[in-house]
């Protein structure tokens, strides 16, 4: 069982997400791939929760033809043996026709080694992706502060206020 602090830790990290992801998708389509364990599921629900509390309504599904193991949310195990890809996407499309603002977000429960994907990672959200395999955002829940961002691509992240 989690307590106060730590729920209130993620409460504020999904909110800085849901934060870079409103401005980067300003009057664009949306569709976050998010790539984590099992075990970490809900996460990706309350990301999506706080992107409605922001004026984004949107939705998330399971991409791979596996469903999650709900199972595991209980699990000491915090690593399935392959990643769940889900996808979040808003429902509306903006009115110029432009595609999808397209962003990579990866929940890590492990040590996180590098900041690119691993091959399983890469291989399972490669439908997705497209030409964009890049990893835009990591969530650390390793980390004994949990969760952490661990990384935000440059494109995301707000510019420096100049002194």
Request: charged share 20%; hydrophobic share 45%; with cysteine.
């Amino acid at each position: 069982m989690l307590d106060l602090s730590a729920i209130a830790r993620e409460r504020v990290v999904l909110a800085t997400v849901a934060d870079l992801i409103m401005a980067a998708t300003a009057g664009k389509a949306l569709r976050v791939v998010v790539t984590c364990p099992a075990s970490h599921v809900t996460v990706v629900g309350r990301l999506v929760r706080a992107l409605h509390a922001r004026g984004r309504p949107c939705h998330y599904w399971v991409s791979r033809s596996g469903r999650p193991d709900f199972a595991r949310l209980e699990s000491t195990d915090s690593e399935a043996s392959e990643p769940t890809v889900m996808v979040i996407a808003g429902m509306t499309a903006p009115a110029n026709g432009d595609e999808a603002q397209l962003i990579n977000l990866r929940v890590a429960t492990h040590a996180p080694t590098a900041l690119a994907l691993s091959a399983a990672d890469r291989q399972a959200s490669a439908v997705h992706l497209g030409a964009s395999r890049h990893l835009d955002i990591l969530l650390d829940y390793h980390d004994p502060c949990w969760p952490i961002v661990r990384h935000v691509v440059s494109r995301l992240s707000p510019p420096l206020a100049m002194q």
